[in-house]
T-cell receptor, first 115, second 112 residues
Framework: NAGVMQNPRHLVRRRGQEARLRCSPM?????VYWYRQLPEEGLKFMVY????????ESGMPKERFSAEFPKEGPSILRIQQVVRGDSAAYFC?????????????FGPGTRLTVT | GIQVEQSPPDLILQEGANSTLRCNFS?????LQWFHQNPWGQLINLFY???GTKQNGRLSATTVATERYSLLYISSSQTTDSGVYFC??????????????FGKGTKLSVIP
């Protein structure tokens, strides 16, 4: 059973461009979470999605960031008009059930560098 | 939301030594996990342990939910154990119950 897959693993964008980060959950998992690790900061929750639904986006910046998890295909974290402060490692996790009493399995992360 | 505190923040070990890492959390939890972030930045799941004791090779973990702490034991440490160890928890209810809240981590350096 393949683990959580994220691509690309490394992404370089110039200021003002768009970044699209993809996450394919483990087989049979319908719950996806995105976390961000800023330099010198800890890992912070961004958003929790089920298929076609955003359940909790309390950790998402109000502007420029959006996430989706369509019926078919991977979950996408989209950052519009990137700024240098968006440079970070972005991790995706998945679980077979909701977040209560269930393990979240993490992907290898996407390292975004904004130049 | 829930607070997660880890100690010590830094730890240097001679290869072969044993160590104990601690994680305190402020509320009842329905999820507690330990991770190892290796020097290449990857997060490795170590344990899912909201209560009880588990062992996996040289690593073991114990969570005492009633006293709101968890311990990660590393025995016979190896240089490949180096990295940052994170504890993360989800509260049983209320704000943040959908998300893992991470501690700041313990940075472990194992020297030959």
């Amino acid at each position: 059973n393949a683990g959580v897959m994220q691509n690309p693993r490394h992404l370089v964008r110039r200021r003002g461009q768009e970044a699209r980060l993809r996450c394919s959950p483990m087989k049979g998992h319908s719950h996806v979470y995105w976390y961000r690790q800023l330099p010198e900061e800890g890992l912070k929750f961004m958003v929790y999605l089920q298929k076609e639904n955003i359940i909790d986006e309390s950790g998402m910046p109000k502007e420029r960031f959006s996430a989706e998890f369509p019926k078919e295909g991977p979950s996408i974290l989209r950052i519009q008009q990137v700024v240098r402060g968006d440079s970070a490692a972005y991790f995706c996790a998945s679980s077979p059930n909701g977040p209560s009493m269930t393990e979240q399995y993490f992907g290898p992360g996407t390292r975004l560098t904004v130049t | 939301g829930i607070q997660v505190e880890q100690s010590p923040p830094d730890l240097i070990l001679q290869e072969g030594a044993n160590s104990t890492l601690r994680c305190n959390f402020s509320d009842s939890v329905n999820n507690l996990q330990w991770f190892h972030q290796n020097p290449w930045g990857q997060l490795i799941n170590l344990f899912y342990i909201p209560s009880g004791t588990k062992q996996n090779g040289r690593l073991s973990a114990t969570t005492v939910a009633t006293e709101r702490y968890s311990l990660l034991y590393i025995s016979s440490s190896q240089t490949t154990d180096s990295g940052v160890y994170f504890c993360a928890a989800t509260p049983y209810s209320g704000a943040g119950s959908y998300q893992l809240t991470f501690g700041k981590g313990t940075k472990l350096s194992v020297i030959p």
